[in-house]
């Protein structure tokens, strides 16, 4: 079976070849030139349009140009967008209220990027470690999961056990100790003194939306209080509405120290991220120790608070509860006929394809040339994240172009 992509348009061609004259290689996207977006819906500089099933890894929850959201980005537009947080602005206190509010806490701590949130998360760890905790002095620790994928910050890629974001990019910053993912009894075994915190993902996107057992945080949760260490969830990629709740930890009943929030936060306009936990931890923070130019500027604020208001609805939670559903039954029909297993959360799946058929990346080359756009994961692994808002039979049409394309490779 030949798998090189048909040749691309002249129109499709000068435009990559600009943009990898000039940006640095850092990603390998699929050759498709993206113009538009309305819903889950994008449309080439073609004109061919394609369902985006990957949603920026879940900042376009709520689809591209949500109006509800766009018309707050105007409106803000024509006020002001920047002020810094040497001022006060009118936006930023409704959104950090409202967002407490959703997340059932008290206070939030705004940043723009999902890295920026961890690296926050961590620095408030650490100093309650030091201040309220009474570990000594640059001794503090957090574990972390084998697996993880928390962002691209040196600190970060530090305890990632990935090569590709590891290799060459030391020294790495000490102070952590990573467990395996999923393994409660090893990860209590990791606890000793020093330990200040908890960190993981509530299901591990990049590595292929691997979903632990449904005991598994409760038994993270109950560790850590017991042994006074901070729980924090990164739901930067899972949260928001992508698993039918808003957040994952909900689904399983749990409720950890800290959220770290970003992606879909910023509704797919503006990077907004946060730290979202009670005062009696994020309040360890005192004027001049952390900051950000850009954290809980105006306009950033004013599209964080139509989020919020989207998702305490419930309306988007419930939507991708229900699709998630149809999503799943769908692709599990796919299982021996191409597909190996499939793993789904909400409207979030990972299913892995039979390697001896095709590399993930294949796989999303040919479904491009069907015009669904996903992503592959380590090796032969794809992913579907798309737009909660994505229309049920449109769903159904992408799971169709899946598998019509192993039924290619099969031959
Ligand atoms: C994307 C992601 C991050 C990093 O977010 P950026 O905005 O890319 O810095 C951190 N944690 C998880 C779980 C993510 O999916």
């Not at 290689?25 to 004109?47: Q, R």
């Not at 100790?177 to 409660?184: F, H, I, K, Q, R």
């Not at 209080?225 to 749990?254: P, Y």
Request: include cysteine; aromatic fraction near 6%.
């Amino acid at each position: 079976m030949n798998l090189t992509t048909t040749a691309l348009d002249p129109k499709s061609a000068a435009a990559i070849t600009l943009e990898e004259a000039h940006a640095a290689h850092n990603y390998h996207p699929l050759p498709v030139v993206i113009v538009s977006g309305e819903g889950a819906w994008v449309t080439d500089v073609t004109g061919r349009r394609y369902l985006d099933c990957l949603a920026a890894y879940s900042a376009v929850n709520f689809g591209h140009g949500h109006p509800v959201l766009i018309e707050a980005a105007k409106a803000q537009l024509g006020r002001v967008t920047l002020t810094s947080r040497a001022f006060h602005n009118d936006k930023l206190g409704p959104f950090v209220a409202a967002l407490a509010a959703l997340s059932g806490k008290d206070m939030v701590l705004p940043m723009n990027t999902g890295a920026e949130a961890v690296e926050s998360g961590i620095k408030v760890a650490r100093a309650w470690g030091y201040r309220v905790k009474g570990v000594p002095q640059n001794k503090a620790t957090i574990i972390v999961a084998d697996g993880n994928f928390h962002g691209r910050t040196t600190t970060i890629i530090s305890f990632s056990s990935d090569p590709d974001a590891r290799a060459d990019f030391g020294p790495y910053t000490p102070g952590f100790v990573s467990v395996p993912y999923g393994d409660a009894a090893a990860l209590e075994a990791a606890i000793d003194e020093t330990t200040v915190a908890v960190l993981l993902e509530p299901i591990q996107g990049e590595a292929g939306i691997l979903i632990p057992s449904a005991d598994y945080l409760p038994a993270v949760r109950e560790i850590t209080t017991r042994h006074n260490v901070l729980f924090i969830a990164d739901e930067i990629q899972s949260g928001l509405g992508r698993t039918g709740a808003t957040f994952q930890c909900d689904n399983v009943g749990v409720v950890p120290d800290l959220y770290l929030l970003g992606k879909a936060l910023g509704g797919g306009i503006v990077p907004v991220s946060a730290v979202v936990g009670n005062a009696d931890i994020l309040g360890v923070l005192k004027p001049g120790e952390h900051g950000s130019t850009f954290g809980g500027n105006p306009l950033a604020a004013a599209v964080g608070l139509a989020v919020v208001e989207l998702l305490a609805t419930g309306e988007y939670q419930d939507r991708a509860r229900m699709l998630g559903e149809r999503l799943e039954a769908h692709l599990r029909r796919l299982i021996g006929h191409g597909v190996i297993a499939v793993r789904a959360a909400g409207l979030w799946a990972g299913i892995d394809i039979d390697p001896s058929l095709a590399t993930g990346r294949q796989v999303c080359e040919l479904l491009m040339e069907r015009g669904v756009l996903a992503k592959d994961t380590h090796g032969s692994t794809i992913r579907l994240a798309p737009p909660i808002v994505v229309a049920p039979e449109d769903l159904d049409w992408a799971v169709d172009q899946l598998e019509a394309v192993l039924e290619e490779l099969r031959g």
